[in-house]
């Protein structure tokens, strides 16, 4: 190689790493940002954490180092109504949020709150993959959210201090605490508790100070939270399903381009289907893990008899979700 040669190689070379390094510079500038929280632990067992850091997972996979998720949980950006408040201004772009908060904005998700509507989880997910899914975020977006799917925090349970509860008359005077609900208020009203609304941020300490007999709260979050530590008695009462929204800002969605959204709506849409089988894989190993904190864990054998204490709250709201909603979501819990 002559000295020229060797001049011009070299030159190259130093062309082509300077040009290397400016698009990579390009690629981290033109990184979409998206700001995500949720109320709950960053805990690997935690089902609002495993939706996010899926989620993340998915949109890199999909479209490599064009979105920077930032994950912002334990309710660092608020609490979940303060939250959907921020994706509503565009000051958030993204969360994971509890289905009973966002039906206190928009009725229709407060199906899912229905007591013993659901028999099983796969109930659930046909329903909310399904039309009455399809309706309520629907309805969701007229507040200027985009609802992106439903992943799965599981079947709500009693946990307290007081008794286990193996029959209605045994949730006689114990004060629970519920999600800000009236739907939640009017139905352990009915089961003879002693419901008292309060956010999430404000719970451990109300149960660990006897503010609040105790709660009704999910496998996953229970041991995620470390409530083992503070509250005696597990009754699997399941008596709702609680589904996760993963949501996104309106302002947020119209700055993607048709390409950026579709590949958010698949990668939400593969992230949620990887969450539901982990979180039932977890539950699996869970509930051991529950008992062995020192829990005392009981099932309930006779659903109907807390059932039927319930009926006037499926009148009460009937209308309210929306006739169309309750009507598919039973079309297909029936067929």
């Known amino acids: 190689m002559t000295l020229c040669t060797a001049k011009s190689f070299k030159r190259l070379t130093q062309a082509t790493v300077l040009a290397t390094a400016m698009t990579l510079a390009g690629y981290a500038h033109s990184a979409t940002t998206l700001k995500l929280g949720w109320t709950t632990s960053d805990s690997d067992v935690d089902p609002y954490a495993i939706t996010a850091h899926y989620f993340a997972q998915e949109l890199e996979k999909a479209a490599p180092g064009q979105f920077d998720v930032k994950f912002f949980p334990n309710h660092q950006l608020g609490n979940d109504a303060e939250m959907v408040q921020g994706m509503q201004f565009g000051t958030l772009d993204a969360g994971v949020i509890t289905g009973t908060l966002i039906g206190t904005i928009v009725p229709a998700f407060q199906l899912n709150d229905l007591p013993f509507l659901y028999a099983n989880s796969e109930q659930a997910h046909k329903v909310l993959d399904g039309k009455a899914g399809e309706l ?200």
């Open 136 to 335: 309520m975020i629907k309805e969701l977006a007229k507040k200027n959210v985009i609802g992106l799917g439903f992943s799965e925090a599981g079947f709500r349970n009693v946990i307290n201090n007081i008794r286990p509860i193996h029959t209605p008359q045994d949730l006689k005077g114990i004060k629970l605490r519920v999600q800000p609900s009236d739907m939640f208020l009017d139905s352990f009203r009915d089961l003879g508790a002693n419901p008292a609304p309060m956010p999430w941020s404000d719970t451990f300490t109300a149960v660990q100070q006897g503010t609040v007999d105790g709660l009704e709260i999910p496998l996953a979050v229970i041991y995620a939270n470390k409530y083992p530590e503070v509250t005696k008695y597990l009754s699997l009462t399941r008596h709702s399903y609680n589904a996760l929204g993963l949501l996104i800002s309106e302002k947020t969605w119209g700055k993607l381009s048709e390409t950026q959204q579709n590949t958010v709506r698949a990668a939400a849409k593969s992230a949620i289907t990887r969450q539901r089988q982990t979180v039932a894989d977890n539950n699996q190993s869970i509930l051991g893990k529950i008992e062995a904190a020192g829990m005392k864990v009981n099932e309930v054998n006779d659903v109907n008899a807390f059932r039927a204490l319930v009926k006037d709250v499926y009148k009460k709201y009937h209308d309210s979700i929306g006739p169309d909603i309750v009507d598919a979501a039973m079309s297909e819990i029936q067929g």
